[in-house]
């Protein structure tokens, strides 16, 4: 069933969604398995996951932050200009994170103190989503693709 927002989709909406769609998904992969690294580095055999306190409060906290980004990515798709600010506020939001991230991590290995592989995982994706952030800030400022959001 098309409808006149298909017809009328910019390309780079659909690349840009399958996109958020793939970072989203890597982000709770990223999510479940500092969860069990941080356990097995803890030194516990009990499951991260079910065991309750900590494990269990940040996984309930990845997967509610899934779901309203998810939302989000399904309002892009639809064309909603609220998706398009929200999307944008959090671009400026991932900018400010990945250079904090990286004078975190940058002073952290300098001090001898990185020792989960995460960190670096996280730090890698966080550099994806900052191009994607940069790529949005021009992006979704486009005449015309600003005018297909309004």
Same mark, same amino acid.
Request: proline content about 2%; charged content about 10%.
């Given at each position: ?21 793939? /970072? ?8 479940? #398995? @500092?969860? /069990? ?7 516990? @055999? ?7 306190? /900590? ?10 932050? &899934? ?6 990515? #399904?309002? #892009?798709? =639809? ?9 944008? /506020? ?6 400010? =994170? ?9 002073? &952290? ?5 990185? =020792? ?5 995982? @996280? ?18 400022? =486009? ?8």
């Amino acid at each position: 069933m098309s409808t006149t927002a298909d017809a009328t989709r910019p390309e780079g909406v659909k690349n840009t969604t399958i996109l958020m769609v793939l /970072i989203l998904c890597l982000e709770v992969v990223l999510m479940a #398995y @500092s969860l /069990i690294m941080v356990a097995r580095l803890a030194g516990t @055999s009990r499951n991260p996951f079910f065991s309750g306190g /900590i494990g269990l409060i940040s996984m309930s906290y990845s997967l509610l932050t &899934f779901l309203i980004a998810a939302v989000f990515v #399904y309002l #892009y798709w =639809q064309g909603q200009n609220v998706a398009r600010w929200a999307i944008l /506020i959090d671009s400026g939001w991932v900018l400010l =994170q990945t250079a904090f991230a990286g004078f975190t991590l940058f002073s &952290f290995h300098s001090l001898g103190r990185v =020792q989960h592989s995460t960190l670096y995982m @996280s730090f890698g994706l966080n550099g994806a989503k900052c191009a994607l952030a940069l790529y949005f800030f021009w992006y979704l400022n =486009q005449p015309t693709v600003k005018a297909w959001f309004l």
